[in-house]
């Protein structure tokens, strides 16, 4: 088992990330220990999924801040006292600051609803659909200044069904960023995570583990599914 890296969670939402990295630790999948859970809104459901589970929850709300700095200032502040280490982005709504940025350089990772580089930015399960790709996904990178742009440490790929909806895409993506988010985290903790300039470089990753196989969808004749 390698050490237990302190991390801190920060949300808006229902937390189903969440979720999936407390199951991973509890299922011993993951080496983390959460020492906060914080979100900026007080009705976020994530703040009850911590509290299921005896994990400290805080609101820090973006309201009445000077600026967004202000309010990052606080929360990194929150963060150090806790001791936490990596700070993990699940579903939290908001902008960080370069101050937030440079606070934890390169311990920052976040989930994102897309296949980056493509679909920056909010909904990119409704960008995907309304572009017409035939295969959508998620990415978990490490957080730069800029929007989802940071380098990729792992993807997944999900087809996009000729019926599909915002709704049952973002639920198909979402069922994969259960699985690579917690094992992003666990990759980080058992330190096989170097960033090499925009790439990140996972120590002992099986190159082959992909295959030569293409996916192609809509499938072809006499394809293999
Ligand atoms: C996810 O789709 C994630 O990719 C995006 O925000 C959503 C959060 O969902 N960054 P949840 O709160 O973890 O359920």
Do not use: W
């Not at 189903?16 to 220990?33: F, G, P, V, Y």
């Not at 659909?129 to 380098?151: L, S």
């Amino acid at each position: 088992m390698s050490r237990k890296v302190p991390i801190g969670v920060l949300l808006s939402g229902g937390g189903t990330n969440l979720q999936a990295i407390i199951d991973a630790i509890e299922q011993d999948r993951l080496d983390a220990e959460i020492r906060t859970v914080v979100s900026n809104r007080a009705n976020a459901y994530g703040l009850t999924r911590a509290g299921n589970h005896n994990i400290p929850a805080t609101v820090i709300d973006h309201r009445g801040h000077a600026s967004r700095e202000a309010y990052d200032q606080v929360l990194v502040e929150h963060l150090q006292r806790q001791g936490v280490e990596l700070v993990v982005l699940a579903g939290f709504m908001r902008l960080l600051s370069s101050f937030f940025v440079q606070s934890f350089p390169d311990r920052i990772m976040n989930i994102h609803p897309a296949l980056s580089p493509s679909f920056a930015g909010l909904h990119g399960q409704r960008q995907a659909v309304e572009y017409g790709v035939r295969f959508a996904g998620c990415t978990v990178h490490f957080v730069t200044e800029g929007c989802d742009e940071g380098p990729v440490i792992i993807q997944a790929v999900v087809p996009v069904r000729p019926d599909d909806t915002e709704e049952t895409l973002a639920q198909r993506i979402l069922v994969q960023e259960h699985r690579i988010y917690p094992h992003a985290i666990q990759l980080y903790s058992e330190g096989r995570l170097a960033i090499e300039g925009r790439k990140v470089r996972v120590t002992g990753e099986d190159g082959d583990a992909a295959g030569e196989s293409a996916l192609v969808n809509p499938p072809m004749p006499g394809t293999v599914r």
